[in-house]
């Protein structure tokens, strides 16, 4: 019987692994071509402005590992569950088997003290139970209830060994769902982890002139101060007719604003940018799947200009991104590592597609 054994394997394999290494190649050669410096000549110090652009690049790429991360989490839960329900029935078919093995095993050993142990009978005790029915059809009849008990037995066999090779099989797939899960979040820790070296290359005052510009603005742009996170999040002055469903959702979102940013998490005290917008719609009574990927397909369709509040909104290219519109041109949503969920222009970012639960 297969047992729950954690892999040795590898983290970093397959896609996952070159992401985070070329995330952490490209922040240390920002880093290390801003700190040479030029024979005679003052090392040259980057610009406020140069280290965003770096730094909202590497929050993306971290941002669509978590999507990869969230989906791998999910199936993995889910595989787990099957590959438990799995072993539980085959340790349930195995008790019943051997229960019929000793109930057998009696009629055996009464034959046998008078001398009259059916042919089929000792083929069943002694033969693979794959072997018994293919050979048991040459041999005298026997009487009904023993044969009875012989067919359950076969039958029980034939399950048993059916249900340990599903398990087997899901134990495989939960292993391979484990290594996702390790990649992505090793791609995500090592584009964290080069923003913040892009950051340290920024002096007090640079970091004080960008965090004012990015005040009130995108929160890709919002840089953590050392050993803090930004508060974004001050409520614009919003005034739409929201009602039913949406407004539950709506009236949840905004309940969450302050709350940090963590990949991964679905709350009820720190959220991701979909692990946000499932809860939203949850409190309203409406199931949504995990990540941006899958619910961008869970609803209709709308274009931006058909906005109303509680629709989703996803942002970039690869949907890696996801918010909660609240009217008036304004979003609720989690940002990224070092920040928290906050209102945001809707137009703040590249919108890729919007649905309505």
């Not at 399950?159 to 979040?185: C, G, S, Y």
């Not at 890709?220 to 919003?238: D, E, K, Y």
């Not at 939203?280 to 109303?308: H, K």
């Amino acid at each position: 019987m297969a047992s729950h054994r954690k892999p040795r394997t590898n983290p970093l394999s397959g896609p996952a692994a070159r992401t985070a290494a070329t995330m952490a190649a490209a922040a240390a050669a920002s880093v290390g071509i801003l700190a040479q410096a030029q024979p005679g000549h003052a090392a040259p110090r980057p610009t406020p402005q140069q280290v965003k652009a770096q730094v909202d690049a590497l929050y993306q790429q971290a941002e669509k590992a978590t999507q990869d991360y969230d989906g791998a989490a999910e199936r993995t839960a889910e595989l787990t569950r099957q590959a438990s329900n799995l072993q539980d029935q085959a340790a349930r078919t195995d008790s019943r088997l051997n229960d019929l093995r000793t109930r057998l095993g009696q009629v055996a050993a009464a034959q046998y003290a008078t001398g009259t142990m059916d042919p089929q009978l000792q083929l069943l005790m002694s033969a693979h139970p794959d072997d018994y029915l293919r050979q048991a059809g040459t041999l005298q009849q026997v009487s009904a209830a023993e044969a009875e008990l012989m067919r359950q037995y076969s039958s029980q066999a034939t399950t048993l060994h059916a249900q340990e090779a599903a398990a087997r099989a899901k134990l495989v797939q939960l292993q391979a769902e484990q290594r996702r899960l390790a990649a992505a979040k090793a791609t995500i820790q090592a584009g964290l982890a080069a923003a913040q070296q892009l950051l340290a290359t920024l002096d007090a005052e640079a970091r004080q002139t960008l965090q004012a510009a990015s005040a009130g603005g995108s929160p890709q742009t919002q840089v953590p101060a050392q050993g803090g996170s930004t508060q974004g999040g001050s409520a614009p002055v919003v005034n739409v007719p929201v009602s039913g469903r949406a407004a539950a959702a709506v009236a949840f979102a905004r309940a969450q604003l302050g709350k940090p940013y963590v990949w991964g998490a679905t709350g009820p005290n720190s959220f991701d940018c979909s692990g946000l917008t499932q809860a939203a719609w949850r409190a309203a009574g409406v199931s949504l799947p995990r990540t941006t990927y899958e619910q961008i397909n869970a609803g209709t369709r709308i274009a931006v200009s058909q906005l109303q509040p509680g629709d989703l909104v996803f942002y970039y290219a690869g949907v890696s991104h996801v918010a909660i519109y609240v009217g008036g041109g304004e979003i609720i949503h989690a940002p990224h590592p070092g920040a928290s969920v906050e209102y945001a222009p809707l137009h703040e970012m590249p919108i890729s597609g919007a649905v309505r639960p």
